[in-house]
T-cell receptor, first 115, second 111 residues
Framework: NAGVIQTPRHKVTGKGQEATLWCEPI?????VFWYRQTIVQGLEFLTY????????DSGMPKERFSAQMPNQSHSTLKIQSTQPQDSAVYLC?????????????FGHGTKLSVL | QQKVQQSPESLIVPEGGMASLNCTFS?????YFWWYRQHSGEGPKALM?????GDKKEGRFTAHLNKASLHVSLHIKDSQPSDSALYFC???????????FGSGTKLTVEP
């Protein structure tokens, strides 16, 4: 079991460019979560999917951010027209069914730096 | 939206000492409480959960929950340098509900 795989580990973009982050959940897990980590804000919830369907995207900035889960083996987080304030570590997590009594398994994260 | 606050922001304890981390949450309907630990360069890993009022012990770690006072804590006995990490409290209101995290407590255990 390789755990949750996130690629790339580091991404550097120029202001205004697009960034796409990838996540491969643990095989058999039906829930996928995206969080953003900064020193100031801590771990912020962005969005989550269950059985590939979007369930809650209340944490997603409405402009420029979008997430998809085209199949059960991967999810993507896309940030259009990146801004310096988007610089953060983006963490993907998965769990068996997405229930509150289950632990989340996190990937190592993708560190996004917007210059 | 659920607010989760942790204190202190950082904590230094000597090796073999006791570390106490605190967390308050805002929604009285919260049901599931977790502690996660994150070492530098890694993603957070679940340490332990607590779902009922009272204490729950797992090895050197003891979690305490008091829903009435909206408070959950983690106590680490006989702290080791390997316990040095960022500790997060996480709270969920119900099944199929999002897990909200606090801002973390940075624990340093000095040899």
């Amino acid at each position: 079991n390789a755990g949750v795989i996130q690629t790339p580990r580091h991404k550097v973009t120029g202001k205004g460019q697009e960034a796409t982050l990838w996540c491969e959940p643990i095989s058999g897990h039906s829930a996928v979560f995206w969080y953003r980590q900064t020193i100031v804000q801590g771990l912020e919830f962005l969005t989550y999917f269950r059985n590939q369907a979007p369930i809650d995207d209340s944490g997603m900035p409405k402009e420029r951010f979008s997430a998809q889960m085209p199949n059960q083996s991967h999810s993507t987080l896309k940030i259009q027209s990146t801004q310096p304030q988007d610089s953060a570590v983006y963490l993907c997590a998965s769990s068996l069914e997405g229930t509150g009594n289950e632990r989340l398994f996190f990937g190592h994260g993708t560190k996004l730096s917007v210059l | 939206q659920q607010k989760v606050q942790q204190s202190p922001e950082s904590l230094i304890v000597p090796e073999g000492g006791m570390a106490s981390l605190n967390c308050t949450f805002s929604d009285r309907n919260s049901q599931y409480f977790w502690w996660y630990r994150q070492h530098s360069g890694e993603g957070p890993k679940a340490l332990m959960s607590i779902f009922s009022n009272g204490d729950k012990k797992e090895g050197r770690f003891t979690a305490h929950l008091n829903k009435a006072s909206l408070h959950v804590s983690l106590h680490i006995k006989d702290s080791q340098p390997s316990d040095s990490a960022l500790y997060f409290c996480a709270v969920s209101m119900s099944n199929y509900n999002v897990l909200y995290f606090g801002s973390g407590t940075k624990l340093t255990v000095e040899p």
